[in-house]
């Protein structure tokens, strides 16, 4: 609260947060945004489609839950009291993962042909992996590597926000 919400880059703001849960415009955080710019620019249906967010964050899990409400898409929020969650991920047209546990979904959890959105991102003594097994490709008709997927679009939509508040501030 000590950033004043037309400067909350982040959209953490207990307004800018509000107004996403309203579905007004407002500032939502970059990588959330980040994903549905990724699934636009692939022209993923996402009106009526099922989508299945794995995580709860306030800075990713929330956020995309709503956007993705807001493109009338019938969601569906998993976490880790989740039972049965391969129940939840194989009726996902789109899945969403920012669980930040590597390999938490295996390519035996996912619908033949969905679309698998891996922001999660895990430094193991392999180096970095996502959220997401890299197997999934072969069952996924579309898939965010890891890394090179989500981040280099959070950071585009990160400045796209500081844009947004720099003309919020001129008027």
């Known amino acids: 609260r000590a950033i004043a919400p037309i400067k909350d880059v982040d959209g953490l703001h207990p307004v ?3 107004l996403l849960f309203l579905g007004r415009a ?3 955080g970059a990588t959330p945004v980040g994903v549905l710019a990724l ?8 009106d009526g489609a099922r989508a299945v967010v794995i995580g709860r964050s306030d800075i990713v899990g929330k956020p995309m839950a709503h956007l993705l409400l807001q493109q009338h898409s019938t969601v569906t929020i998993c976490h880790s009291h989740t039972d049965d969650l391969p129940r939840h991920t194989l009726d ?10 590597p390999a938490l979904v295996s390519p035996d959890m996912v619908k033949a ?4 959105i891996d922001v999660g991102i895990n430094r193991t003594d392999a180096g970095l992996v996502g959220d997401v097994d890299p197997g999934v ?3 996924a008709a579309l898939m ?9 679009m959070t ?7 500081a844009v947004l508040c720099a003309r919020y501030r001129r008027g």
């Open 26 to 28: 407002g500032l939502v």
């Open 16 to 18: 800018n947060a509000g």
């Open 92 to 101: 996902a047209d789109v899945l969403v993962v920012a669980a930040g546990i």
């Open 39 to 46: 699934l636009r620019e692939h022209e993923v249906e996402l």
């Open 113 to 116: 042909g969905g679309v698998v």
């Open 137 to 139: 490709v072969e069952v």
């Open 144 to 152: 965010t590597p890891v890394p090179g997927g989500v981040g280099p």
């Open 155 to 161: 950071i585009a939509c990160l400045l796209q926000n």
